[in-house]
């Protein structure tokens, strides 16, 4: 799993700022292009992450396909900290990030 860069401490909790998991996002997007594939994508999220994701009428994901010309399917996993991700090729099935 990967975990987005954290943000300074704030009364002893780690905060981080959600457009470091964003960022952390479109980084394996981009190193999974730089592989030169072009498949789909499944990006496995906790639940409360999935729903931050698709928020808006163009949602994170849309935004992504747009720019990176990439499909991505989100699934959610409860099992998974709101604060990482699992990057996974769609018709493998192989981890990416």
């Known amino acids: 799993p990967v975990r987005a860069a954290p943000?300074?401490?704030?009364?002893?909790?780690?905060?981080?700022?959600?457009?470091?998991?964003?960022?952390?996002i479109e980084q394996g997007i981009e190193s999974y292009k730089e592989t030169g594939q072009r498949g789909p994508l499944r990006l496995r999220v906790h639940p409360f992450t999935e729903?931050?994701?698709?928020?808006?009428?163009?949602?994170?994901?849309?935004?992504?396909?747009?720019k990176h010309h990439v499909r991505v399917r989100l699934e959610t996993d409860p099992a998974i900290d709101p604060l990482h991700f699992r990057l996974f090729d769609a018709e493998t099935g192989k981890e990416v990030v």
Not at 11 to 20: D, K, L
Not at 59 to 65: A, C, I, L, Q
Request: aromatic fraction near 6%; hydrophobic fraction near 45%; avoid cysteine.
């Open 7 to 24: 943000a300074p401490e704030r009364n002893g909790h780690a905060v981080t700022a959600p457009e470091a998991l964003i960022e952390a």
């Open 51 to 66: 729903a931050y994701l698709r928020r808006g009428l163009i949602n994170h994901v849309g935004r992504w396909r747009m």
